[in-house]
């Protein structure tokens, strides 16, 4: 013989003891509405702000350890993706790392912790696709690498413009005007100078080189 669903929670119910019975109806389900809880752990589900970062969230003395022979940037960055998920995306993850083995090789004179920081918090609050780059935009670039040739490779005769290149074509941080730049600034300013015209352009190289990525991260961030 079958016992059907209502039949089993009405045998059930019949069988608890007087203080327990009054949680169900007669037909032996509950009384109680189901009830879900979210138990998602911060930064991994939809987007709620809470995967925005500050450099002054990240712990300079773990960031430290990059330095240290016996920790490491592998070690450091498993550190900084389990607190902040968000540089454990598929967007940033390589980039975070690079940027920190290439401030592990460089030393802290020339990577100091504090700008290594803010880098990171940068690269943390970015994702994917935030600049998007129209078809018009794409064929003036192409006309001007093919009407420029060499010289847009190389800078098009601007020195500042040249070292931000450098930076990416070598996929390393360095100098631009005496200031460090690394590599995710420097993708960026190029980004922007390859889609301005040329009076916007000229306009855009005689500003500092932080003035540069600022500017460059908020277009992208548009």
């Known amino acids: 013989m079958k016992i059907t669903k209502?039949?089993?929670?009405?045998i059930i119910k019949e069988a608890l003891p007087p203080h327990l019975q009054k949680h169900f109806r007669k037909d032996g389900s509950s009384v109680y509405e189901p009830q879900i809880k979210d138990v998602t752990p911060a930064g991994y589900g939809p987007d709620d702000g809470a995967s925005q970062i500050s450099a002054s969230d990240i712990d300079m003395e773990d960031l430290a350890l990059i330095y240290d022979d016996e920790f490491g940037p592998d070690y450091v960055f498993g550190i900084l993706a389990s607190e902040f998920p968000a540089l454990d995306s598929d967007a940033v993850a390589d980039k975070a790392l690079r940027m920190l083995k290439d401030a592990a090789r460089r030393g802290e004179e020339d990577y100091p912790l504090s700008f290594l920081a803010k880098r990171l918090a940068e690269?943390?609050?970015?994702?994917?696709?935030?600049?998007?780059i129209t078809e018009s935009q794409i064929r003036r670039v192409v006309k001007r690498i093919l009407k420029e040739g060499i010289d847009v490779e190389m800078g098009g005769g601007n020195e500042k413009e040249a070292a931000f290149r450098k930076i990416v074509d070598e996929k390393q941080?360095?100098?631009?005007?005496?200031?460090?730049?690394?590599?995710?600034s420097a993708s960026a300013?190029?980004?922007?100078l390859d889609a301005l015209n040329e009076k916007n352009k000229e306009h855009f190289l005689s500003l500092p080189p932080v003035n540069m990525?600022?500017?460059a991260?908020?277009?992208?961030?548009k």
Do not use: Y
């Not at 690269?123 to 998007?132: A, F, P, S």
């Not at 360095?174 to 730049?181: A, C, E, I, L, T």
């Open 173 to 184: 941080a360095g100098k631009v005007d005496g200031s460090m730049v690394d590599l995710f």
């Open 217 to 221: 991260f908020k277009m992208m961030k």
């Open 213 to 215: 990525a600022k500017i």
């Open 6 to 10: 209502p039949q089993l929670r009405k």
């Open 189 to 192: 300013v190029v980004a922007v």
């Open 123 to 132: 690269l943390g609050t970015m994702k994917e696709n935030k600049m998007k």
